[in-house]
């Protein structure tokens, strides 16, 4: 991603149909580097969705979601996968942890797929795991640890290879912080 344009994310005209219930209509918005952003809205208005299109997991049936210039439906799915590996970090509304992983191993997950060696990758997880106090956790399977301990695991995982822009579609996520 350039560090030239100071815009981020930018929507233009973004539409987003499922079947015959569209969930988004002509949505546009800049977001602009180090800006927080917060989306409210009742259950079911697109919030999800509108994360989903951001991060290139979706692509929209109309208008184009630009990441720093770069048009995301435009990338081959494996440019996307790419994009978000090394870009973004998610924190999903379930949580999305690997039920047959370890909290310690969904956290070093991100580092692994980036090509991170095995020891740093633990190293870096633990580190996060402490810092978000759920490290007691670590060797432990997610249906082992309470919701608050898995909601701070997928923090964790979301935030232990440091990247530009971080998705959380999960209202108390987004108001935790790295200490």
Same mark, same amino acid.
């Given at each position: 991603?350039?560090?030239?344009?100071?815009?981020?994310?930018?929507?233009?005209?973004?539409?987003?149909?499922?079947?015959?219930?569209?969930?988004?209509?002509?949505?546009?918005?800049?977001?602009?580097?180090?800006?927080?952003?917060?989306?409210?809205?009742?259950?079911?208005?697109?919030?999800?969705?509108?994360?989903? %299109?951001?991060?290139?997991?979706?692509?929209?049936?109309?208008?184009?979601?630009?990441?720093?210039?770069?048009?995301?439906?435009?990338?081959?799915?494996?440019?996307?996968?790419?994009?978000?590996?090394?870009?973004?970090?998610?924190?999903?509304?379930?949580?999305?942890?690997?039920?047959?992983?370890?909290?310690?191993?969904?956290?070093?997950?991100?580092?692994?797929?980036?090509?991170?060696?095995?020891?740093?990758?633990?190293?870096?997880?633990?580190?996060?795991?402490?810092?978000?106090?759920?490290?007691?956790?670590?060797?432990?399977?997610?249906?082992?640890?309470?919701?608050?301990?898995?909601? !701070?695991?997928?923090?964790? !995982?979301?935030?232990?290879?440091?990247?530009?822009?971080? %998705?959380?579609?999960?209202?108390?996520?987004?108001?935790?912080?790295?200490?």
């Amino acid at each position: 991603m350039s560090t030239s344009s100071p815009v981020t994310i930018e929507l233009r005209g973004v539409t987003k149909v499922y079947g015959r219930q569209i969930v988004l209509t002509d949505a546009s918005v800049s977001i602009v580097r180090g800006e927080l952003v917060v989306v409210i809205g009742r259950s079911g208005s697109g919030k999800s969705t509108l994360l989903r %299109l951001i991060g290139g997991l979706e692509t929209p049936d109309r208008g184009s979601v630009l990441i720093d210039g770069s048009d995301v439906a435009a990338l081959s799915e494996t440019q996307r996968a790419r994009l978000r590996r090394a870009t973004l970090g998610f924190v999903f509304q379930f949580f999305n942890l690997i039920p047959t992983l370890t909290a310690a191993e969904n956290v070093e997950l991100p580092l692994a797929l980036n090509g991170v060696g095995r020891h740093e990758a633990r190293r870096r997880g633990i580190e996060l795991l402490e810092e978000l106090d759920v490290a007691a956790c670590a060797d432990r399977l997610p249906d082992e640890i309470s919701g608050g301990e898995q909601q !701070r695991v997928a923090i964790a !995982r979301a935030l232990v290879h440091e990247p530009k822009l971080v %998705l959380a579609d999960e209202r108390r996520a987004a108001a935790g912080k790295r200490r």
